[in-house]
């Protein structure tokens, strides 16, 4: 079965909810995701192209199973989905209770402690997902990327023509930094802790003499920390949340040292 008639079989089974589901061609959707055949969002003409058929197998996949239980160790688990497995063979490091569904692909050197991982997401090689870290359904996570404790990376199937989130390539996202709604993180880029991007939250680059504002992408080798601007409202004048871009990063500023020292003149760590 070629991709392109995969992807017509789960469009004419997504377009009528009342017929008979084509099980063989959702499950063989959904087992390309979890070996990362297949991604529902990837680099294509110089961006990023979603593959709706993608998040429409994700859907169909939820109908195909039922609940069951599963016992790993002395956790038990009742769901539709489920669980990853075969990671020495992917050579991918897990540490209980660190949970990552079927459905998701984790490239080799991934390393996740105690944290989460959702159907649909991609995670590329040698990627950190730190201490109760989440990365929600379909986001789209780069190469040497460390998401630290607590991040909120989160997820997307409808509608269907929403980008999931996405962070390229070796970017740093700090401690309980929450990016949704599709975010676009730049290649290298460093989000300072406690971050909170939403499509519609400000990102204003501050290091020239006029603010330059961006919403729903952060530029590459940026560094960015949370901040503030006024809004006025009925009951009177109130600090909005966003994101602030303080400097780029150089040669001088990449090792985690020189990162750290930048952030914390602007009171904010790296985790």
Known sequence: MTRDDLAGRIEASYADPDGALDIEAVEAAVGMLDRGELRVAEPADGGWRVNEWAKKAVLLFFRVRGLETTDVGPFEYHDKLPLKSGYEASGVRVVPPATARYGAFLS?????????????????????????????????????????????????????????????????????????????????????????????????????????????????????????????????????PCGLIIGYRTEDTDDKVRLNALLRDHGVSMS
Not at 142 to 160: D, Q, R, T, Y
Request: glycine residues 18%; negative net charge; proline residues 8%.
């Open 108 to 240: 080799r050197g991934v390393v996740m402690m105690p944290s989460y991982v959702n159907i649909g997401a991609w995670v590329g090689p040698g990627t950190m997902v730190d201490t109760w870290a989440t990365v929600g359904s379909c986001a789209q996570i780069g190469a040497g990327v460390h998401l630290s404790g607590g991040v909120g990376i989160g997820g997307v199937l409808e509608p269907l023509q929403a980008a999931p989130v996405i962070v390229e390539d070796g970017a740093f996202i700090g401690s309980r930094v929450v990016i949704v709604e599709g975010v676009h993180v730049g290649r290298e880029a460093v989000i300072g802790t406690g971050v909170v991007l939403t499509a519609s939250t400000p990102v204003i680059d501050v290091t020239g003499p006029a603010p330059v504002e961006f919403r729903g992408e952060v530029p590459p080798r940026a560094v960015v920390i949370p901040g503030s601007r006024p809004k006025t409202f009925s009951a009177g004048e109130y600090g909005l």
